[in-house]
């Protein structure tokens, strides 16, 4: 995809924020969207982003959505999202290991099979990305890179020279993303930034149940990155997963912190970092 092309599929918000907050993949996690959103209320954000992968790994596809209308998030595409517009067979997620692609079809199926069609409709209204003022500044989103949807921006393996040149291309000062799970942030330039949002939907394989988002604002001449630390009723998912039917080994996760499943597309220092 060409930049002319990303700038066609971009959204352009012309509302200056202060301070906004920005939730990675929600993944079914309606406890945690709603506790994330109220936080993020309760902090004086301006607005609220969802940044893609509205479905995927928890119960109840359908339930996240008056979250949403209730406080007004603005979300756009993630894979997940362009996935299910084009009734496709599959994520999209880009894995490449058969162990991730088994895990990942068998939570792909289950949110196709349990979205209701006038949620699954509303999907296509979701722009694939959004920039908008942070003060004097440009904040781009996108899911996985605003090249690709579905490409993993890691924190060990993306160059500060490949953000700077897209950001040139693009005319942005930060570069928010989700798509890897991992929350991470690096200043690629001087008073630039590249922010890996982090997910609502399981915990960022560090052994605690708890899960996250990132809060962004201009504060007295500078940016700010902040992710927040959202603690939630992760025991009442877990049953709920386990009435549903889903895999033992993404119950564990909510419980336990650590992944089990979808580990062999991480890089290794990213991977030695969790249990398995």
Known sequence: MS??????????????????ALFGGV?????????????AVSHGCDALFQLGDLGGF???PNRVFPILEKYDVRCLQGNYEESLIANLKDCGCGYTHPKDNYYAQISYD?????????????????????????????????HGSPRRINEFLWESTTANGFVGA???DLKFDVLACTHTGLPWRREFEPGKWIVNVGVLGRPANDG????GY?????????????????SY???????????????????????????????????????ARGLY
């Not at 092309?5 to 509302?15: C, P, S």
């Open 27 to 39: 993944y079914n996690n309606y406890l945690a969207l709603e506790k994330a959103c109220e936080m």
């Open 233 to 271: 009723e992760w025991s009442a998912l877990a049953g709920e997963m386990k009435k549903e039917k889903l895999p033992d080994e993404f119950i564990e996760t909510i419980i336990h912190g650590y992944w089990t499943t979808c580990l062999e597309i991480l890089p290794g220092k990213e991977r």
């Open 3 to 20: 930049y002319v092309d990303i700038l066609h599929i971009t959204e352009k918000v012309k509302t200056p924020f202060k301070k906004v």
């Open 166 to 168: 897209v950001a040139r």
């Open 214 to 230: 990132t809060e962004l604002s201009w504060d007295n001449g500078r940016i700010k990155t902040t992710y927040v630390d959202i």
């Open 110 to 142: 289950y949110t196709d099979q349990n979205l209701s069609v006038a949620h699954r409709n509303r999907l296509s209204g979701f722009p694939k990305q959004i920039q908008f003022p942070l003060g004097p500044l440009t904040v781009h989103l996108c």
């Open 58 to 60: 928890g119960p109840h």
């Open 208 to 211: 605690r149940p708890s899960v």
